[in-house]
């Protein structure tokens, strides 16, 4: 939707442009106009020139005539001879500019007819001298007379062209003028609106984006505080998520403590009485195994339980400081043998300098080994590609482990940290939740994504060795 400043500053151009095409277009017909007045004054001095020239031609003509008649010299004949050609050619060319105007061509028939006398009795005059022996005779003078007034009437026929020529440029220059003021008030015109127009678009368009600009400041004072909310709102869901993580750890330990209190009582009395039946003298041999029996399952429920114990209770810590790329390169080497085996293309994206954790060296070397362990059985073999990451942001070191596996659906990542659950065949269930429990111990959190078909990333946030030491 137009707002009203962009709809002004829209239709201030579109009235600029049309005005400017108009007067374009005014210009151009004009400028053709004045072309064509420019033509036809350059016509007019064209004839006028001719007819100049061609005043000119026939006295050179007629002085040539008369030095032959006069000296006898015969250059001046032959320039007599090559004159009246020239005339000839000036001729046609007059007739030939001059074919639009009738009052011409009637005055040029007349010249014609005239020049053609003239010629013609100057080339019986010079055969008559030659004829007499190169002496002028009585007839040649009476003839002289008759030349002279056929000049005189030539002249006056060419003058009367030139002025009618004149008078006609003198108009056909004022029509020049006229038009060559036209364009010039039309190109002024056209400047001054176009001017007019560019300010007052360049006002609305200033006011426009003035308001426009506290329009977008405002829009990104709000963005700003919707980004902070949903930071706040972000930061308190990863702190529930953590405190439900670690309620739901606290309560799978204390049920796991029972559990094992419940269990070792009475496991504890079926291990002493398996000891004092095989004390006995009097066991058979299938006796004897089938204690043996009791006593290695009461062992496996025994250390089944210590395992259990072990993966969700908080241990004590030995704390040293260790650079977090320094912790996975040495994880990674535990797991080398593992990833040459299925030809995993590894990736490692490190930040320089990794930052520094306070962690248990050992424990981590195991949280971690557990998440790339996991993630080499979930790929391939000879197409999977494992990909580690490590960055700091302000006090927080972030692992990132992604792999190409299978992925995992949304009841499995839920159940993922659970005592016991797994979809491995020969797995026992208690990596992961060992792997939590680490790195709950060391004040961090753990998340996972993953898509079927797409892989599987967990993000490791440590707390920083600064953090830690404060």
Same mark, same amino acid.
């Given at each position: 939707?137009?707002?009203?400043?962009?709809?002004?500053?829209?239709?201030?151009?579109?009235?600029?442009?049309?005005?400017?095409?108009?007067?374009?277009?005014?210009?151009?017909?004009?400028?053709?106009?004045?072309?064509?007045?420019?033509?036809?004054?350059?016509?007019? *001095?064209?004839?006028?020139?001719?007819?100049?020239?061609?005043?000119?031609?026939?006295?050179?003509? /007629?002085?040539?005539?008369?030095? +032959?008649?006069?000296? $006898?010299?015969?250059?001046?004949?032959?320039?007599?001879?090559?004159?009246?050609?020239?005339?000839?050619?000036?001729?046609?060319?007059?007739?030939?500019?001059?074919?639009?105007?009738?009052?011409?061509?009637?005055?040029?028939?007349?010249?014609?007819?005239?020049?053609? *006398?003239?010629?013609?009795?100057?080339?019986?005059?010079?055969?008559?001298?030659?004829?007499?022996?190169?002496?002028?005779?009585?007839?040649?003078?009476?003839?002289?007379?008759?030349?002279?007034?056929?000049?005189?009437?030539?002249? $006056?026929?060419?003058?009367?062209?030139?002025?009618?020529?004149?008078?006609?440029?003198?108009?056909?220059?004022?029509?020049?003028?006229?038009?060559?003021?036209?364009?010039?008030?039309?190109?002024?015109?056209?400047?001054?609106?176009?001017?007019?127009?560019?300010?007052?678009?360049?006002?609305?368009?200033?006011?426009?984006? /003035?308001?426009?600009?506290?329009?977008?400041?405002?829009? =990104?004072?709000?963005?700003?505080?919707?980004?902070?909310?949903?930071?706040?709102?972000?930061?308190? =869901?990863?702190?529930?998520?953590?405190?439900?993580?670690?309620?739901?750890?606290?309560?799978?330990?204390?049920?796991?403590?029972?559990?094992?209190?419940?269990?070792?009582?009475?496991?504890?009395?079926?291990?002493?009485?398996? /000891?004092?039946?095989?004390?006995?003298?009097?066991?058979?041999?299938?006796?004897?195994?089938?204690?043996?029996?009791?006593?290695?399952?009461?062992?496996?429920? $025994?250390?089944?339980?210590?395992?259990?114990?072990?993966?969700?209770?908080?241990?004590?810590?030995? +704390?040293? =400081?260790?650079?977090?790329?320094?912790?996975?390169?040495?994880?990674?080497?535990?797991?080398?043998?593992?990833?040459?085996?299925?030809?995993?293309?590894? /990736?490692?994206?490190?930040? $320089?300098?990794?930052?520094?954790?306070?962690?248990?060296?050992?424990?981590?070397?195991?949280?971690?080994?557990?998440?790339?362990?996991?993630?080499?059985?979930?790929?391939?073999?000879?197409?999977?590609?494992?990909?580690?990451?490590?960055?700091?942001? @302000?006090?927080?070191?972030?692992?990132?482990?992604?792999?190409? @596996?299978?992925?995992?659906?949304?009841?499995?990542?839920?159940?993922?940290?659970?005592?016991?659950?797994?979809?491995?065949?020969?797995?026992?269930?208690?990596?992961?939740?060992?792997?939590?429990?680490?790195?709950?111990?060391?004040?961090?959190?753990?998340?996972?994504?993953?898509?079927?078909?797409? @892989?599987?990333?967990?993000?490791?946030?440590?707390?920083?060795?600064?953090?830690?030491?404060?």
């Amino acid at each position: 939707m137009l707002t009203t400043g962009s709809f002004r500053v829209k239709a201030g151009y579109l009235a600029a442009f049309l005005l400017l095409v108009i007067s374009y277009v005014l210009i151009f017909l004009t400028f053709q106009q004045f072309l064509k007045q420019s033509r036809w004054v350059e016509h007019t *001095d064209l004839v006028i020139n001719d007819l100049e020239t061609l005043s000119s031609y026939l006295n050179e003509t /007629e002085s040539a005539g008369r030095g +032959y008649v006069i000296l $006898n010299d015969s250059d001046q004949l032959q320039s007599f001879y090559s004159g009246t050609t020239r005339i000839d050619s000036l001729l046609k060319n007059i007739d030939s500019i001059t074919s639009d105007n009738i009052i011409h061509q009637r005055r040029l028939d007349t010249l014609k007819e005239l020049i053609q *006398d003239k010629l013609g009795r100057m080339y019986r005059g010079v055969l008559s001298y030659k004829q007499a022996g190169n002496a002028i005779t009585s007839d040649m003078k009476e003839k002289g007379q008759i030349s002279k007034m056929l000049m005189m009437r030539i002249r $006056n026929t060419i003058r009367q062209m030139e002025d009618a020529e004149r008078q006609l440029l003198l108009k056909r220059k004022e029509k020049l003028r006229a038009v060559s003021i036209s364009v010039r008030i039309i190109a002024i015109t056209s400047l001054i609106i176009a001017i007019l127009l560019s300010v007052y678009s360049f006002v609305t368009y200033s006011r426009e984006s /003035e308001a426009k600009a506290k329009a977008d400041e405002q829009a =990104n004072s709000y963005r700003k505080q919707l980004e902070n909310k949903v930071r706040e709102l972000q930061e308190a =869901n990863a702190e529930l998520q953590e405190l439900r993580s670690l309620e739901k750890f606290t309560a799978t330990g204390r049920i796991a403590r029972t559990i094992a209190h419940e269990i070792r009582n009475p496991l504890t009395n079926i291990s002493l009485a398996s /000891e004092q039946i095989k004390s006995t003298s009097n066991n058979d041999e299938e006796s004897v195994m089938l204690l043996d029996m009791i006593d290695r399952n009461a062992s496996r429920i $025994n250390h089944m339980i210590s395992e259990l114990l072990t993966s969700t209770r908080f241990a004590l810590l030995q +704390y040293s =400081n260790i650079n977090i790329n320094t912790l996975l390169d040495e994880t990674l080497e535990l797991a080398k043998d593992r990833i040459e085996l299925k030809h995993i293309h590894l /990736e490692k994206h490190f930040s $320089n300098p990794g930052c520094d954790v306070m962690a248990d060296v050992d424990k981590m070397k195991i949280a971690f080994l557990n998440i790339i362990v996991n993630a080499i059985e979930a790929t391939e073999k000879e197409k999977g590609v494992l990909k580690i990451r490590s960055w700091h942001e @302000g006090d927080k070191c972030f692992v990132n482990i992604q792999d190409n @596996g299978a992925g995992m659906d949304e009841e499995t990542q839920q159940k993922l940290f659970d005592p016991y659950f797994t979809k491995k065949g020969n797995g026992s269930g208690l990596g992961l939740t060992h792997t939590q429990n680490i790195i709950l111990n060391h004040k961090g959190s753990i998340s996972v994504k993953s898509r079927m078909g797409e @892989g599987t990333e967990f993000t490791v946030v440590l707390n920083a060795a600064r953090a830690t030491a404060t």
